[in-house]
């Protein structure tokens, strides 16, 4: 079976300190850099944790800038189809030791995607990987739905309604509530499932659970505490 990775694909860059002092120039720190780590982030992560399983291409906007080898040096051996657009995303992440002290995020939004013109290579499943800066559309979305493939979305925004017909929707339980607009998880679940066929909720330490209109199905977790849980829900939505 073929799976083909559409959506936000991202850098992932981490640094780490080992000590800090005061910061003669303003109030605030001065950390020293142990080290410097880049990984893959987004609809790239999830791509890649599925090419362990299965043949994977990944398709995506990437810019022309002193991201873009470091990227690519990161694929391995996944299949890329660039789509160049004028910013590569870069989520920057500083640690002190063990404790995430700031995020700093770089990245492009589309009003209009990229990818709505583009010529996606065949495959048995589409995999929507959307962090809601545009390139997965709703447009793209419907085109997906109609060419009879099994899609599955990893959602985010506020409208349920563009991932109508989708075949399998893995929000957590804060973006069911949000893309419902019900607080009431029950009541998430009855308005999520007259737009997609399927859902798997994540829940954190409650583990997930897998619904749709003729069956559920929970899997229970063993709850410890993660250094870092960033890429957590691309690795739930390659794994299922």
């Not at 470091?70 to 992440?93: A, H, M």
């Amino acid at each position: 079976m073929d799976y083909v990775v559409v959506g936000d694909v991202m850098l992932d860059k981490y640094i780490f300190t080992d000590s800090w002092r005061p910061c003669p120039e303003y109030t605030g720190f001065t950390y020293h850099v142990d080290r410097v780590e880049y990984h893959l982030g987004g609809a790239a992560n999830t791509a890649l944790s599925l090419s362990k399983l299965a043949d994977t291409t990944l398709i995506g906007g990437l810019g022309r800038d002193e991201y873009n080898e470091l990227f690519i040096n990161s694929l391995g051996s996944l299949i890329f189809d660039e789509v160049v657009i004028p910013k590569t995303t870069v989520k920057t992440r500083l640690f002190y030791k063990d404790t995430m002290m700031l995020r700093l995020d770089e990245e492009q939004t589309f009003d209009i995607s990229p990818l709505e013109k583009y010529d996606t290579p065949m495959s048995d499943v589409i995999i929507l990987s959307d962090y809601n800066k545009g390139m997965v559309s709703a447009e793209l979305v419907r085109q997906y739905v109609k060419s009879g493939r099994f899609v599955a979305a990893d959602p985010k925004g506020k409208s349920i309604e563009k991932y109508e017909g989708v075949d399998l929707l893995t929000p957590n339980l804060l973006e069911l509530k949000t893309l419902t607009g019900e607080s009431d998880y029950e009541k998430a679940l009855e308005v999520a499932l007259k737009y997609v066929r399927g859902l798997l909720v994540t829940k954190s330490e409650k583990g997930m659970e897998y619904v749709s209109k003729i069956c559920r199905h929970s899997v229970y977790s063993l709850v410890h505490n993660p250094e870092n849980v960033s890429g957590a829900g691309d690795l739930a939505l390659a794994g299922f």
